[in-house]
């Protein structure tokens, strides 16, 4: 079992930044694939990023590209996501994912999920 803790979420005025972190529990934490989905209210869950487990491949969303990053400490079994020129759009809940197999776009890929973290933007 991985568990995953998510933190860093809050309100912030839209162009704003903000980094999320999301701490894991398992010691072979570098061995797996971590990413992040999101999910507005009333929406279904969407990709946001993903990285392997060595931090030498990234995947994004296209509406992230540019503006989100995805990175990780392996030593600190620690997945962050900066977040820039953040848009009231970017406002959801977000979630911390991870899997041994590769990084993938779509939720059913990922075996454990954070509890997730709000994101507000404000217009």
């Known amino acids: 079992q991985v568990q995953l803790v998510e933190s860093g979420g809050g309100l912030v005025q839209a162009g704003g930044s903000l980094r999320l972190s999301c701490a894991a529990s398992?010691?072979?934490?570098?061995?797996?694939?971590m990413g992040w989905f999101r999910q507005a209210p009333g929406k279904e869950r969407d990709f946001v990023a993903a990285?392997?487990?060595?931090?030498?491949?990234?995947t994004y969303a296209d509406s992230m590209k540019g503006r989100f990053t995805i990175s990780r400490d392996n030593a600190k079994n620690t997945v962050y996501l900066q977040m820039n020129s953040l848009k009231p759009e970017d406002t959801a809940v977000y979630y911390c994912v991870a899997d041994r197999r590769p990084p993938r776009a779509t939720p059913g890929s990922y075996d454990y999920w954070g509890q997730g973290t709000q994101v507000t933007v404000s217009s």
């Open positions: 398992r010691r072979a934490f570098s061995m797996y694939t």
């Open positions: 990285i392997s487990w060595s931090g030498g491949s990234t």
